[in-house]
Structure formats: C-alpha cells, structure tokens
C-alpha cells in the first residue's frame, strides 16, 4: 500500500468504557484516567472488575431491539453511525451496493451461555433463547451495521482473536485497493461478560488486582499481573485518497500500510522474540514505503501481562533499534479483545490529528527488562508523522497498520 495508494481515514467512531463517542474516549485517555470498576454483572467471579460500557449512553446511540442483539452488536452499530456521520456521508443517499462492511470480533459471544447450558442442562430445550445463533455470532455485528446502514457490498468478519479489529481495517484498505468498493466502514467489536471473564481467569490472564481496579491494568509496569476485560468497538470510514479529495472530505489522517503475520508457534503463547509481530510490523511499515526511521511513534499492544509486554518490547527493539515514544491505550480502556485493535486505530488517527501521545496509565516502575520511553504521567506534544499500532492475537496471529498525517 504506497503511499500513492494511500486509503484516507475520514471518519470515527468509538464505543469504550469512556464513553459513546470519540470525544469522550480521547479526552479520557489524555487525562490518564483508567475506567476499571466493580461491575455487579461479574459479581461472585473471581474477577468481579472489568471496563464496561456505560449503557445510558449506549442505549441513546443505538437504539433499538435489544432483546435480540447481544451487545457486541449493539457497540458496533453505534460506532459505525457516529463514523459515518462524522465522515459527512449520507448513508441514505450513498450507493450501497458500492460500501463494504468488515467488523472484526474475536469470538462467539457468550452473554446467553449460562442460561443455555442450563436449559440444555435441565432438558427444558424450549427455554433456549430462539434468537441464540442470530444474537450471538460473531458475523452478526457486520450484519447488523451492513442492515443499519443500508451497505450492500462486501460484509465481512474477521475473527483473529485479538488482532480482529486491526485485520479487519487492513482487509477493508486491501478491498479499496482492489475496487470491490468505493467506502468502507471497517473496524471491531467485542462484548464482555460472566462467561469471557471467567475463561481468561481460568487461564491465568486477568489482572487479580481486586483490591484496586483502578490500578489493576499497568501495562510495561513492574507490578503488572494480567489484562484488564475491556469492551467496545471502533470504526473508521475508509476511502480512498482520491476519492475523499474529489468529495472534499477532509481525512482525519492516511492508511498507509498494512502488514499481518502468523508465529505458527504456539496456541496462546507469542513467539520468545516476537518473531511474528516484527514480521508484521516490517510488512507494514514496507508496505507504506517506508523504513522504521520514519515512524514517530507507536501504539502499542501492550495487554499488560508479563511475557507479552517484554516480547512486544523485545520486537519493537529489534525492528527500530531505539523505538519512538510508546503509549498503552488498554492502560485506561482495558482490553476488549477483538475490538481493541480498531480502538487503538481510532486513537491513533486521533493522535496525529491532534498532534498529542496520550499517556500509559499506572506506569510507576518500567519493568528492567523493557527498554521502551513509554509516555507515562501526561500527555506528550511531539512531531508524529506516522505511526504504527501493533496487535497480536492468540493462535500467534498478528497485525499491524501505519498511519500518517494528512
């Protein structure tokens, strides 16, 4: 993806903890300020805090038949109309047929899980919710935006665990690049819930921090013991460069390169040198025709748990040599899965609109094994004329996107 193939970012959308709108979520980040709470819904489990989103806000944005979508779809549809509208089109009047929808999420959602296990459990088979399937797939949030806004293109999920959201954006710029489509409204979504807490505890993944939830998520820290469930979705509205020009559009920022790579090494352990993420991250930074030289800074994956962050270091290292400033955005988010890679997207175009890194939060004590300058207690003003943001999903799938300025 040259430059000269450059996919203008002409719209957003964000659906976080902090709020429904990217306004919210960006002055949230500036600040610093984590949003990890006890949550009711996860009381009882061993982790009863997580990143949820404020339904109020989410009821207003998207309303409509909530007895029926799982809210994994119910984020996305919400971001993807505040990306359109803030990209001046009219999905009223557009021509559908030519606007792709690519929502990434991570995985089923299981908010009707228990309830069907114990239907299926007790032999009550007609307790199990007839909307299951339709509520519940990961398909579904594409669906469900392609229905809301009338975008009869291609409509697609992809699912690469927590690299969805950023193999979704770089699927849509490959689908502009081909011709399949003059828009797309790209981006993921991931719901958080009883059952997807309890999965990652089990598995050693969640931060059990519960004496300080506000605290619990410290990406890079020395005193950082797992992820933070987050929740969410991101949407960017992608053109391409020529064609935002000649509507006059004015881009948040330019997709200029798109890199994904497998470790083939592990089911949910990275590679010991982050082989795969550097693998990525060259393919990206190449793709945009540029050398790691030219990359201002970069948002990081960075779930907070032990071996990832000093991987991700570790890579980071080995493709920059000394690495630009690095930020944290699941440090005040969490992490939201499938959806995190599209936030961190959105956040990234905001970045170079703004010209501002927002800081890592609960970063007191860099680990001694990570070499980074991670932006930490402020906001830092500095010159990003593009950017890289990184994910890497379990199955040692990962994705990598750079951004420049307009």
């Known amino acids: 993806m040259k430059h000269a193939a450059a996919i203008a970012v002409t719209g957003l959308g964000l659906v976080t903890a902090a709020g429904v709108g990217a306004r919210d979520t960006w002055e949230r980040l ?233 470790d083939a090494h592990h089911a949910t352990a990275p590679h010991p040198e982050g082989a795969g993420v550097q693998r990525a991250l060259r393919c990206a930074i190449a793709d945009a025709g540029l050398s790691p030289e030219d990359i201002d800074h970069v948002n990081a994956h960075a779930t907070a748990t032990t071996l990832n962050d000093r991987v991700e270091a570790q890579a980071l290292r080995a493709v920059f040599g000394t690495p630009p400033p690095v930020t944290a955005t699941k440090s005040v988010l969490g992490h939201s899965l499938g959806a995190a890679g599209a936030i961190e997207a959105v956040v990234s175009a905001l970045t170079l609109r703004h010209q501002l890194i927002h800081p890592t939060a609960n970063l007191h004590r860099l680990d001694d094994a990570i070499d980074l300058d991670v932006v930490t207690k402020e906001p830092r003003a500095a010159r990003v004329r593009a950017m890289v943001t990184t994910s890497c999903g379990f199955g040692g799938q990962n994705a990598a996107l750079v951004l420049q300025e307009c």
């Open 30 to 262: 500036c600040a610093g300020a984590p949003t990890a709470a006890l949550d009711p819904d996860l009381a009882g489990l061993p982790v009863p805090f997580a990143c949820r989103v404020p339904q109020a806000a989410l009821r207003a944005a998207a309303p409509g038949p909530a007895w029926r979508t799982d809210p994994f779809i119910r984020f996305a549809v919400a971001a993807a109309r505040e990306a359109v509208a803030d990209a001046g089109l009219d999905h009223g009047s557009w021509d559908g047929p030519r606007v792709a929808v690519v929502i990434g999420v991570g995985s089923a959602s299981h908010d009707l899980t228990p309830r069907a296990s114990a239907a299926l459990a007790a032999h009550h088979y007609a307790a199990i919710p007839p909307t299951l399937v339709a509520r519940s797939a990961p398909n579904m949030a594409a669906g469900y935006v392609g229905m809301a806004l009338g975008a009869e293109g291609p409509t697609l999920c992809t699912s690469t665990a927590c690299a969805s959201g950023t193999t979704a954006i770089g699927t849509a710029a490959l689908l502009l690049r081909a011709g399949m489509c003059d828009i797309a409204v790209a981006g993921g979504s991931e719901g958080a819930g009883r059952v997807t807490s309890a999965a990652f505890w089990r598995m050693g993944a969640l931060s059990t921090r519960t004496h300080d939830p506000l605290g619990a998520s410290r990406p890079f820290d020395a005193d950082r013991d797992g992820f933070v469930l987050g929740e969410g979705a991101g949407v960017l509205v992608l053109e391409r460069a020529a064609d935002a020009r000649a509507r006059r559009a004015r881009p948040h920022a330019l997709l200029t390169g798109y890199g994904a790579s497998g």
